[in-house]
């Protein structure tokens, strides 16, 4: 049957085969049953935020396909991307914890499926749930670590070289290692992993063209291959 996006979609958590793999939604069967009876399926299609920074908590959001931008903005409208989040990640977790203002903004970086719960059965559901509540303290401290790592490379980086060759190096980890390198699917536009960096489009499209004319990457369409890691990581200082 054809699904919105040609997603595949699940709506039964419980049947969903990458439960398993996904350290959130990985708990027993009674546990999943509980969260499905409170859990709101839709299909997003790229582009569409899900919440905006500063509004007030409505709820959750779990990816279950798709990729999300986390991102916030200044008074002057700048803004800066702080990650990209995982399918398996549940969204305003913070906030809707403290019952306190998204602290980010977070916007569809390709079609999903998310999930979402309500504020007030969440909270509900992890009180009545130990594992629910160990999972949500996991992924808050993944999270802060993040932020840590992230606030080190824009902070201690010399160059906005170093600071990409460093965002390249950490999509490595997750890319495919092939013969020809690691071989990465990139849906950022420039001026997207301008906005990672903190620099302009124009810097990251001469820098990403430096790159390639020193044979460190191979670019077609979204398709990025890193020919050289160990060029990338003498850049990166310790």
Known sequence: MATPYNLDVHTDCLRCSARAERPFCNMSPEAVDALDAITFTSVYPKGSMLFAEGEKPRGVFIICS?????????????????????????????????????????????????????????????????????????????????????????????????????????WSAKGEKRKDGVRLQVLLTHEEIAEMIGTTRETVTRLLSDFKKKGILEIKGATFVIRKPEALEAMVST
């Open 66 to 170: 798709g990729r999300v931008k986390l991102m916030t903005s200044s008074s002057e409208g700048k803004t800066l991307i702080l990650r990209i989040a995982e399918p398996g990640e549940v969204l305003g977790l913070s906030s809707a914890v403290a019952d306190r203002a998204y602290e980010v903004s977070a916007e569809t970086l390709e079609p999903c499926q998310i999930n979402a719960v309500r504020r007030d059965d969440f909270v509900r559901f992890i009180t009545e749930h130990v594992e629910a509540c160990m999972h949500s303290a996991e992924q808050l401290s993944s999270a802060y670590n993040s932020a840590q790592r992230e606030i080190r490379n824009l902070g201690l980086s010399q160059t906005t070289g170093e600071r990409l060759a460093r965002l390249l190096l950490d």
